[in-house]
């Protein structure tokens, strides 16, 4: 009977601890698509342009107070590319820029989200991960500011890349001169609870 007892105490206790363990763990946040962002930045023939993407999806799982234990994922829709012009939207998705028919998404992947340095706890992050578009993978890093909106969080960030890095622009469009090497991917992600 006391054998019993004992056994019964510890399978309660370890359900009980399981159970606070497992609420402990972060919960992949919900994402608010309609005030969430994500845009290409660059020059052509040295004026700057934004575009967005209007189509992306985002999987976050982040608790400020175990920054080393966040992981996240991007996917952006290449085909929702939209320069506010029917025609360069349509350019774009050709072989010697995005090849969307071949490569229809872009996709980032975290490897590592750090508390940055000197930075007040819980707002600013450095992170690294793999970013893939038109089928070729690079690393990169990019700081991250992270701040409560009501119930959610913002996530907002911008990640330098070089587009030649990804085959974007072949052929004649290989010159920077006429669409700058340098392309500054921006996000905001709004959360809710």
């Known amino acids: 009977m006391i054998l019993r007892s004992t056994l019964t105490s510890a399978l309660i206790g370890g359900i009980a601890a399981f159970s606070l363990a ?19 930045v660059f020059k052509q023939l040295n004026v700057p342009v934004e575009a967005k993407f209007k189509k992306f999806t985002a999987q976050i799982d982040f608790d400020s107070a175990k920054p080393d234990a966040a992981k996240a994922s991007v996917d ?18 050709k072989k010697e820029w995005f090849n969307a ?9 975290s490897s590592s989200i750090k508390a940055a340095a000197g930075a007040p706890a819980g707002t600013k992050y450095d992170v690294t991960g793999k970013l893939t578009i038109k089928g070729k993978t690079a690393d990169v890093r990019f700081p991250l ?22 085959n ?22 709004v959360t809710a609870p």
């Open 76 to 93: 952006i829709d290449i085909a929702s590319f939209d320069l506010g012009d029917a025609e360069y939207n349509k350019e774009v998705l």
């Open 168 to 189: 974007i622009g072949e052929g004649e469009w290989k010159d920077t001169g006429m669409v700058a090497d340098e392309v500054t991917i921006k996000f905001h992600v």
């Open 22 to 40: 497992s609420s402990a763990i972060a919960a992949p946040l919900k994402v608010d698509a309609g005030k969430s962002t994500v845009s290409a």
């Open 145 to 166: 500011t992270v701040k409560k909106e009501g119930n959610g969080q913002v996530f907002d960030g911008a990640v330098p890349i070089k587009r030649l890095t990804f």
């Open 101 to 109: 028919a071949q490569f229809p998404k872009a996709s980032f992947v």
